[in-house]
């Protein structure tokens, strides 16, 4: 078995206080209602490892930094991540050694050298970054398949559902059957084959063409070499030429664009310019009419009547008001200098007036002569565009194109006409090609065929231990079977037929108590092969889906399972931990079992305690 992971406890920082949930013990089950918070609890509890497939909840991303402190062995470690950004980096610290420098890793797209946080704790447990042909397994793939069950996949797809080459491979590695010198042997048994059938088709591509009549003999192919010599070399020359005027096109059409942006400033500068002048004149010509009226109302004669009362005025003394009766001798002067002033302050206005509309004027016909030009070089820019730029573009490509395929074909006919005899030649290369891949096979098989055996004993023993731990959570479990090959399964129950996973009749308790039972035989066989190398962690999320509703009983056995591979101690002293969440409280209390309530009063991240 691989290394112990306890898990001691999950702090997050909200705002600038830091809170904290202590897991204490190696049994905690997370219990509250569904939609309490449980789930989100789960993935956020490994989430600072590095993970990139963990979600982000709301509560989550809302934390500035989500830290864990946990245990490998008997060294404890801290890493540290930021709950908003899933790309930020991990900070890792050996919390037993002070003069350990505190690490900065990154989640992913690590530069060249450079180790992910996911593969430093990969190191930590002992497992490699395993890879076959694309599949390069990653801390996700392990988590995923051995480490958890999900509740959107626990009762509804085999071991996390993986696809099937990653699942296959995690498991692999997971028992011990994969090997590095292995996959090393089947990888240069695959390019042995690969370059084999290379040369196969090389010289299958050569006799048909001269089959074709198109290769008679060596002189002939010297004539084609040459021939395509000159057509690659003409080739060439035009892709030069078509490349030289597609460069001069994008710089006309560049200079067309930058004079439609000078035409289209001025545009709108001319635009804004009448404008400016239209409005100045409507303000003058509501100043003329201001001061014509004024001058209008004084050259109006004055009232014989009372302005108050209406009746007719008494005749005055000379120099008094006949109105008020008051001295007013200059009354006739300076009524005339105001009607001077007022007609000369008219005849201002009118010459202004008459300065605006011809600066309207002005403006309005530079305006409809930008808006001209701006329209014309737009024109010019897309006729450019459509006539000249697209053409040239298009032929420039058609030419390397055309080039390209010629230099091709010098190459292939330059290598045939290396050889005078070029079948011989290259049934020479496929002969050495073919002794290379039969060697190669031959050592992947021998290798394979010690491996095999290895496998089905380590699959026989794991089938046994599955049995046993599907007949203790359900009694009436017959019989047991994986696949040495692809590790699917096959079960049978008392009066029913053996199915396989995705054939049993509907989701819910038999495919739990599947999966489950799956990753516990998994531990126990990790307890007496030292080739396995399961982390004793266990992760589950609602392991009674489906089982309380159907048989109460059977999610008891299950739930005492669990608690039962607790007690079992790894190679180095620690207990398999188990971490679960489920929706009812323990029918009774457990030793060393520890209930984390959830709830919408008791939110696992809202109303957890302050750190200390």
Not at 58 to 83: D, M, N
Request: aromatic share 4%; proline share 5%.
């Amino acid at each position: 078995m691989g290394p112990s992971f306890v898990i001691e406890k999950l702090e997050f920082q909200r705002g600038d206080v830091w809170q904290v949930r202590y897991i204490k013990g190696l049994v905690a089950f997370l219990v509250g209602h569904s939609g309490a918070g449980k789930s989100t609890a789960l993935e956020a509890l490994l989430y600072p490892l590095g993970l990139t497939t963990a979600t982000i909840m709301p509560e989550v991303s809302a934390c500035r930094q989500i830290r864990l402190t946990f245990r490998v062995a008997s060294t404890r470690w801290q890493v540290t991540r930021s709950g908003s950004n899933p790309r930020a980096r991990v900070s890792v610290k050996n919390l037993d050694d002070d003069t350990e420098p505190e690490r900065s890793l990154p989640v992913k797209n690590a530069k060249a050298g450079e180790v992910t946080a996911g593969a430093f704790i990969l190191g930590l447990l002992g497992l490699p970054q395993a890879a076959r042909g694309a599949t390069r397994l990653e801390l996700d793939d392990y988590y995923n398949t051995v480490l958890a069950l999900r509740q959107h996949t626990i009762a509804f797809a085999f071991l996390g559902g993986a696809k099937d080459d990653v699942r296959i491979l995690v498991l692999e590695v997971i028992l011990g059957l994969w090997d590095a010198d292995l996959a090393g042997l089947e990888k240069n048994a695959a390019e042995t084959a690969s370059s084999f059938n290379k040369a196969k088709a090389d010289l299958a591509a050569f006799k048909k063409l001269r089959d074709k009549g198109g290769l008679a003999d060596p002189d002939r192919v010297r004539s084609d070499y040459e021939q395509k010599q000159r057509e690659h070399a003409a080739a060439a020359n035009a892709w030069q030429k078509a490349d030289a005027a597609l460069k001069s096109a994008v710089g006309e059409h560049g200079r067309l664009i930058a004079l439609h942006k000078a035409a289209d400033a001025d545009r709108r500068k001319t635009a804004k310019q009448a404008t400016v002048a239209h409005e100045k004149l409507q303000g003058a010509t509501a100043e003329h009419a201001r001061a014509e009226g004024a001058l209008g109302e004084l050259l109006t004669p004055p009232s014989e009547d009372c302005t108050n009362c209406g009746q007719p005025l008494p005749e005055r003394e000379p120099g008094r008001c006949r109105q008020c009766g008051q001295v007013c001798r200059d009354a006739a002067d300076q009524r005339e200098r105001k009607i001077a002033a007022a007609g000369a302050r008219v005849e201002r206005l009118r010459m202004k007036l008459r300065s605006l509309e011809a600066a309207l004027t002005a403006a309005i016909a530079a305006a409809e002569k930008a808006e001209d030009t701006a329209a014309a070089a737009l024109q010019a820019r897309d006729t450019y565009d459509q006539h000249d730029l697209q053409p040239a573009r298009a032929a420039a490509q058609q030419a390397e194109k055309t080039a390209h395929g010629l230099s091709r074909d010098v190459a292939r006919l330059k290598q045939w006409l290396e050889s005078s005899d070029y079948i011989n030649t290259q049934q020479q290369v496929i002969d050495a090609a073919k002794a290379s891949m039969e060697k190669a096979e031959a050592a992947r098989d021998a290798a394979l065929a010690a491996h095999e055996v290895r496998r089905k004993e380590v699959v026989a023993r794991w089938t046994e231990l599955f049995l046993v731990r599907l007949q203790q959570i359900n009694p009436d479990v017959e019989t047991a079977y994986i696949d040495s090959t692809d590790f699917t399964i096959r079960v049978k129950e008392r009066d029913n037929p053996d199915k396989t996973f995705a054939e049993s009749s509907v989701a819910g308790s038999p495919r739990v108590i599947t999966n489950v039972a799956m990753l516990l035989s998994l531990r126990d066989l990790g307890r007496t092969d030292p080739a396995v190398r399961v982390p004793p962690l266990m992760i589950i999320d609602s392991p009674l889906a489906d089982l309380g509703a159907v048989d109460q009983t059977t999610g008891l056995r299950l739930i005492d399972t669990l608690i039962d591979i607790a007690d079992d101690s790894s190679p180095d002293g620690y207990a398999c931990q188990v971490i679960a969440a489920i929706n009812d409280p323990l029918p009774h209390p457990y030793p060393g079992v520890r209930e984390i309530p959830v709830a919408t009063d008791n939110r696992f991240f809202d109303h957890a305690p302050r750190s200390a």
